[in-house]
């Protein structure tokens, strides 16, 4: 029988796992009901909203977590919780295939919810609140899904008041941060929001590349990889905020072990069936080399997360900028590169892993150098002796 300690890890790992649904389930419900220039005007919007909630998300929650003498417990602004509400009433008052305006507006409000609510969760430690928050979002994810197979156009409106829902439940009042959450150091929370910005800036990128080079069959059918393999995201996400609340020291196993876990039971899933029966006509161009390639390119950030979280608790947040810019410059470079000799999706995933491998190797140099907890547990000395 699973310990307290193993019950809470497992409802919070799990309730990461659902900070995926919203975005899966809207390419799926607009697989069945919209037209393809909107389905691929949806992928670029939704990733341009995970892209802006995850530098809200840099500046309020990480920030602080890089603050070492911050004051005051985490807890969910008020401003967040307005944001959603407002956000998700366009899709809930609108038509169900949405206007372009009212996607983008949209897919922002409602994932800065969704991820600001999740990351403040996990660090916090408040798992019945976050599990009862992911049940919420996955059922009425579950509800809209078989709504839109029936061709139901309330479909979009359940889906929208799910995300709201997920988002409210795990709302405190009385735990909000004070000043609205802003942060006690700006300067640090920049830098930050900076490093996010500057990495984060790879998806709209390539995404909008495909749409125009390619085609909107194309970014829908990359959005859609991006989301399956994106599955273990949240996991990277939960083990990435107890690295930096903890350090490496005990939880680095656990971590690695459920991230394995999670990759192989997504694989399995996708190519089991499950794939098709979520995504339905966007999952028809999915090929079986673009996803493996996908999830080696998670893999791979498995390795460069360690060291990122031992520099940021080191307070190293200037050199993790710059080798965070520095890994967006070889990301486009690459992708560009490789998309420009062969026009599909699976060539993004392979600069990906490339990339990735290079970026976790920087990572580890600069690591040994300026984190030394990383350094007596990952040094080049210290590997020596163990194997010897």
């Known amino acids: 029988m699973l310990d307290s300690k193993h019950l809470h890890t497992a409802v919070q790992v799990g309730a990461g796992l659902a900070l995926n649904v919203f975005p899966a389930i809207f390419i799926a419900i607009y697989a069945r009901i919209a037209p393809i220039d909107t389905q691929g005007f949806l992928a670029l919007a939704l990733v341009v909203g995970v892209y802006v909630a995850q530098l809200f998300n840099a500046f ?5 977590l890089a603050t070492p003498d911050a004051e005051g417990d985490l807890g969910l602004p008020l401003w967040v919780v307005l944001l959603t509400i407002a956000s998700g009433a366009l899709l809930v008052i609108g038509p169900a295939v949405a ?6 507006t949209s897919s922002v409000g409602v994932m800065t919810g969704l991820l600001m609510a999740r990351s403040i969760g996990v660090v916090s430690g408040a798992w019945k609140r976050e599990g009862l928050g992911a049940a919420v979002l996955i059922v009425a994810s579950a509800i809209a899904l078989w709504m839109s197979v029936q061709h139901n156009p309330q479909c979009v409106r359940v889906l929208a008041v799910g995300a709201v829902l997920a988002v409210l439940v795990r709302y405190r009042p009385g735990r909000a941060l004070p000043r609205m959450g802003f942060p006690p150091d700006v300067r640090r929370s920049s830098w930050v929001t900076a490093e996010t910005a500057v990495v984060g800036v790879v998806q709209p990128a390539i995404t909008s590349l495909l749409l125009v080079m390619v085609g909107p069959a194309a970014s829908v059918t990359f959005r859609v990889i991006s989301t399956v393999a994106g599955a ?34 997504v694989l399995i899933a996708a190519f089991g ?4 029966l979520i995504f339905g006509p966007a999952w028809r161009d999915v090929g079986v080399a673009a996803l493996l390639l996908a999830c080696l390119w998670k893999g791979f950030m498995l390795l460069s997360t360690v060291p990122f979280a031992a520099l940021r608790k080191a307070g190293k947040t200037v050199p993790v900028f710059w080798i965070r810019g520095a890994s967006t410059v070889i990301y486009l470079m690459i992708s560009v590169g490789f998309l420009l000799v062969w026009h599909a999706p699976a060539a993004i995933f392979l600069s990906f892993v490339v990339a990735e491998m290079i970026t976790a190797l920087i990572y580890h140099r600069a690591a040994v150098k300026d984190a030394s907890d990383y350094a007596a547990a990952f040094g080049l000395r210290q590997l020596r002796e163990r194997l010897s």
């Open 60 to 64: 309020v929650v990480e920030g602080r």
């Open 99 to 104: 206007t372009t305006a009212a996607l983008m």
């Open 232 to 265: 273990v995201e949240p996991i990277l996400a939960y083990g990435r905020y107890r690295l930096l609340a903890h350090g490496h020291r005990g939880e680095l196993a656990p971590f690695t072990v459920v991230f394995v876990a999670a990759m192989v039971a």
């Open 273 to 276: 069936g499950l794939g098709s």
